[in-house]
C-alpha cells in the first residue's frame, strides 16, 4: 500500500494500472489498456488539482477505513452516472418531442401506437432517472452537477457520517471538469436540500 499521506501517489498508481492492460492467468488478454479515455483525463485533472490532499485527508478523517482506489473508483463511477443519465434522458426527450408532432386527438390505430410509444419512452425515462429526479432546465450543465452531487453527496455521507459540501464542490470540478472555484458548497448544498422526500 503506498503512503497514506501522498493521495496523488494514489491517484499516479490506479492511473498506470488502467493504462495498462491487464491479462489472466493463461496470458489471454482480459481488459486493453487505456479501457475508459474519459476517466483518465478525471484522473489527470485529480492529480493536478491544488486541493488534492486535503479533499481526501478530510474524507479519510471521517471514514479511516475508506481505501483511496474504492474511493477513487466511486466518483468515476458517479461522473459516468450522471453524465450517461443526463445524455440518456436528453435524448428521450427528443424522441418524445418528435413523437408528439405526429399525434393528433382521435384513437386511430397510427395514434394508438404513437401513445404506446411515448408510454415505453416514459417508462425508460423513469428507469434512467430513478431515484435522482432531474430539473427542467440545463444551465451550462447544471443537470450532470447537480446529479454528480446527489450521487457522490449520498456516499460520502453514508461513509462519513457528515456532509461534506465543500469536498463535494471540489470533487465535482475535477469530475465534470469545471473551472476551480466554480462550484459553490452553497449550491451543492442548496440541491441536496431541494430533493423530494422519500415515500415511507
Given at each position: 500500500?503506498?503512503?497514506?499521506?501522498?493521495?496523488?501517489?494514489?491517484?499516479?498508481?490506479?492511473?498506470?494500472?488502467?493504462?495498462?492492460?491487464?491479462f489472466n492467468e493463461k496470458g489471454k488478454l482480459v481488459?486493453?489498456?487505456?479501457?475508459?479515455?474519459?476517466?483518465?483525463?478525471?484522473?489527470?485533472?485529480?492529480?493536478?488539482?491544488?486541493?488534492?490532499?486535503?479533499?481526501w485527508k478530510t474524507i479519510r478523517r471521517a471514514a479511516?477505513?475508506?481505501?483511496?482506489?474504492?474511493?477513487?473508483?466511486?466518483?468515476?463511477?458517479?461522473?459516468?452516472?450522471?453524465?450517461?443519465?443526463?445524455?440518456?434522458?436528453?435524448?428521450?426527450?427528443?424522441?418524445w418531442a418528435i413523437l408528439k408532432k405526429h399525434l393528433?386527438?382521435?384513437?386511430?390505430?397510427?395514434?394508438?401506437?404513437?401513445?404506446?410509444?411515448?408510454?415505453?419512452?416514459?417508462?425508460?425515462?423513469?428507469?434512467?432517472?430513478?431515484?435522482?429526479?432531474?430539473?427542467?432546465?440545463?444551465?451550462?450543465?447544471?443537470?450532470?452537477?447537480?446529479?454528480?452531487?446527489?450521487?457522490?453527496?449520498?456516499?460520502?455521507?453514508?461513509?462519513?457520517?457528515?456532509?461534506?459540501?465543500?469536498?463535494?464542490?471540489?470533487?465535482?470540478?475535477?469530475?465534470?471538469?469545471?473551472?476551480?472555484?466554480?462550484?459553490?458548497?452553497?449550491?451543492?448544498?442548496?440541491?441536496?436540500?431541494?430533493?423530494?422526500?422519500?415515500?415511507?
Amino acid at each position: 500500500m503506498l503512503s497514506r499521506s501522498s493521495f496523488e501517489a494514489e491517484l499516479i498508481a490506479f492511473r498506470d494500472s488502467r493504462k495498462r492492460p491487464r491479462f489472466n492467468e493463461k496470458g489471454k488478454l482480459v481488459e486493453p489498456g487505456n479501457r475508459s479515455t474519459a476517466d483518465l483525463q478525471v484522473i489527470e485533472r485529480w492529480i493536478n488539482h491544488p486541493n488534492r490532499e486535503a479533499i481526501w485527508k478530510t474524507i479519510r478523517r471521517a471514514a479511516p477505513d475508506l481505501q483511496a482506489t474504492g474511493f477513487i473508483k466511486e466518483v468515476l463511477r458517479a461522473r459516468r452516472t450522471a453524465v450517461g443519465t443526463v445524455n440518456h434522458s436528453a435524448k428521450l426527450q427528443e424522441e418524445w418531442a418528435i413523437l408528439k408532432k405526429h399525434l393528433s386527438d382521435n384513437l386511430s390505430e397510427p395514434n394508438i401506437e404513437i401513445l404506446f410509444k411515448a408510454y415505453n419512452l416514459h417508462m425508460l425515462w423513469q428507469d434512467t432517472v430513478g431515484e435522482f429526479k432531474l430539473s427542467r432546465q440545463d444551465i451550462r450543465g447544471s443537470r450532470k452537477l447537480l446529479l454528480f452531487s446527489r450521487i457522490i453527496g449520498d456516499y460520502l455521507q453514508a461513509k462519513c457520517g457528515g456532509w461534506l459540501d465543500v469536498q463535494i464542490a471540489q470533487l465535482a470540478e475535477i469530475a465534470l471538469d469545471l473551472d476551480p472555484g466554480s462550484v459553490s458548497p452553497k449550491t451543492i448544498k442548496d440541491a441536496r436540500r431541494q430533493r423530494p422526500k422519500k415515500a415511507h
